[in-house]
């Protein structure tokens, strides 16, 4: 199993450009979420699935589109990228959504905004 | 509404110093409580857990006891090695909520 995997590792935006990163998992888990890591603030949570074709809004949605399609993959779309953006971002899935599972992580992208 | 608040870092040590990293949280109900560790230039990993009040998690030497009467949930470790140079994240996760609450992260620096 390759676990959780994210595309781009890194990526430099300017301002203004769209851009969608990509989170796919291979363990057949129901629940994806998004998250953003910023210096002294730890984790956000952005948006989150349920299952395919559910979506919900986290923490911090604001700038943020994403969808599930499949239960595989669950990308997050940057509409219109601003500074405040600048960020790592980490996708999670767990095998359910109660709240004793363990989520677990991919690698980040690492995102700048310019 | 609900609340993780641990310690500020870094914590510096030396190999083999006990550790002690605190976590406190604010939660309606009784959520789930754990511990995640983030090695450099990599995601998150689980590294223990506690579903329950009294509940011990424990993994690769750490230790934290679930304590409802003190809403705590402190991260220990008897000997550290310079290999648990990592940043440590304390998270909850509500009954009835689909969402982790995550406090800010404790880097924790163990010198040779």
């Known amino acids: 199993n390759a676990g959780v995997t994210q595309t781009p590792k890194f990526q430099v935006l300017k301002t203004g450009q769209s851009m969608t990163l990509q989170c796919a998992q291979d363990?057949?888990?129901?629940?994806m979420s998004w998250y953003r890591q910023d210096p002294g603030m730890g984790l956000r949570l952005i948006h989150y699935?349920?299952?395919?074709?559910?979506?919900d809004q986290g923490e911090v949605p604001n700038g943020y589109n994403v969808s599930r399609s499949t239960t595989e993959d669950f990308p997050l779309r940057l509409l219109s990228a601003a500074p405040s953006q600048t960020s790592v971002y980490f996708c999670?899935?767990?095998?359910?959504?109660?709240?004793?599972?363990?989520?677990?992580f991919g690698p980040g992208t690492r995102l700048l905004v310019l | 509404g609900n609340s993780v608040t641990q310690m500020e870092g870094p914590v510096t040590l030396s190999e083999e110093a006990f550790l002690t990293i605190n976590c406190t949280y604010t939660?309606?109900?009784?959520?789930?409580l754990f511990w995640y560790v983030q090695y450099p230039g990599e995601g998150l990993q689980l590294l223990l857990k506690?579903?329950?009040?009294?509940d011990k998690g424990s993994n690769k030497g750490f230790e934290a006891t679930y304590r409802k009467e003190t809403t705590s949930f402190h991260l220990e470790k008897g000997s550290v090695q310079v290999s648990d140079s990592a940043v440590y994240f304390c998270?909850?996760?509500?009954?009835?909520?689909?969402?982790?609450?995550f406090g800010t992260g404790t880097r924790l620096k163990v010198l040779a």
């Open positions: 506690a579903t329950k009040a009294d």
């Open positions: 999670a899935s767990s095998y359910g959504g109660t709240h004793q599972e363990t989520q677990y």
């Open positions: 939660a309606t109900g009784y959520p789930s």
């Open positions: 998270a909850l996760s509500d009954k009835g909520t689909y969402k982790y609450i």
């Open positions: 699935s349920v299952g395919a074709g559910i979506t």
């Open positions: 363990m057949n888990h129901e629940y």
